[in-house]
C-alpha cells in the first residue's frame, strides 16, 4: 500500500515510473493492496504494478518466481528499494544480513533503498505502555525492536553507502487533523531535546556505482 501511495505521488510530480512492484510475505495483505491500486490509481498508473508474495531475506529468488524472470535479469535492475515496518521481522529471525544482501543485490548501481521501521527508544508504542503498566508478559523475541545501530549495520556490511541514518516522526497513523497539527508544530522542538527517542528509524544507503 505504501507503493499504490508512491507511485500516485510520482505520477502527480511528472517523475516518469516504468515498473514497480510490491512484495509482501502475506497473501493476505497483497490481496489488500491489489485491491488498493484497483480502487486508487488511474488505469495507466495500475499496469505498471504488480504484487508478489515474499520474503524479505529471499527477495531476489521469490520476486524471479513470482514474475516469472530469470533472477539474474532482476540483479542491478532496481533504481529504488523501499521497506516500510518490515525489517524489524529480519532481525527477529536472525536474516538481517540476508535482508540487506538481497537489497544490494537487486539494485543497480547508484541506487538507492529507504527502510523506515520502528525506533526501540519510543516510550508511547502500545506494547511497551501494556508491558510498563499492564503487567502483561511479551514474548521478547517476537516482539524485539532492534536500535538504530542494528537497522544500519547490516547495510554497512552488505557494502552499501550510508547516506543517512536517524530518528524522525513523532505523529501516529492513528493521530486525528488536530494531534497532527498540534505534533508537527511540537516537532522541531521535540527533534531539538529528544530526537533519539522519536517514533520511527530511518535508514537511507546508497549501492556504490554510477548514479
Not at 504484487?51 to 531475506?57: D, G, H, R, T
Request: glycine share 6%; aromatic share 8%.
Amino acid at each position: 500500500m505504501n507503493l499504490v501511495n508512491l507511485v500516485s505521488f510520482l505520477t502527480k510530480q511528472r517523475l516518469n515510473v516504468e515498473r514497480a512492484i510490491g512484495a509482501d510475505f502475506s497473501p493476505v495483505l497483497i490481496q489488500a493492496a491489489q485491491r488498493e491500486a484497483h480502487n486508487y490509481l488511474a488505469s495507466d498508473e495500475r499496469e505498471k504494478i504488480e504484487f508478489c508474495v515474499s520474503l524479505n531475506e529471499t527477495l531476489g529468488s521469490d520476486l524471479a518466481a513470482a514474475l516469472d524472470e530469470p533472477e539474474a535479469e532482476l540483479r542491478n535492475s532496481f533504481e529504488f528499494i523501499l521497506g516500510v515496518n518490515t525489517i524489524r521481522y529480519c532481525h527477529r529471525a536472525g536474516k538481517e544480513r540476508d535482508c540487506s544482501q538481497q537489497i544490494y543485490d537487486l539494485l543497480a548501481p547508484g541506487g538507492v533503498c529507504v527502510v523506515i521501521d520502528m525506533n526501540d527508544r519510543f516510550p508511547a508504542f502500545r506494547s511497551a505502555l501494556k508491558k510498563k503498566f499492564g503487567g502483561e508478559k511479551e514474548n521478547e523475541e517476537e516482539c524485539y525492536l532492534p536500535s538504530l545501530a542494528e537497522y544500519t549495520a547490516p547495510f554497512v556490511q552488505a557494502g552499501f553507502e550510508v547516506l543517512r541514518s536517524e530518528n524522525f516522526c513523532w505523529i501516529p497513523h492513528s493521530a486525528g487533523p488536530g494531534m497532527t497539527r498540534l505534533l508537527r508544530a511540537v516537532s522541531p522542538l521535540l527533534n531539538l531535546v529528544a530526537r533519539s527517542h522519536a517514533m520511527r528509524s530511518l535508514v537511507v544507503a546508497r549501492k556504490p556505482g554510477a548514479a
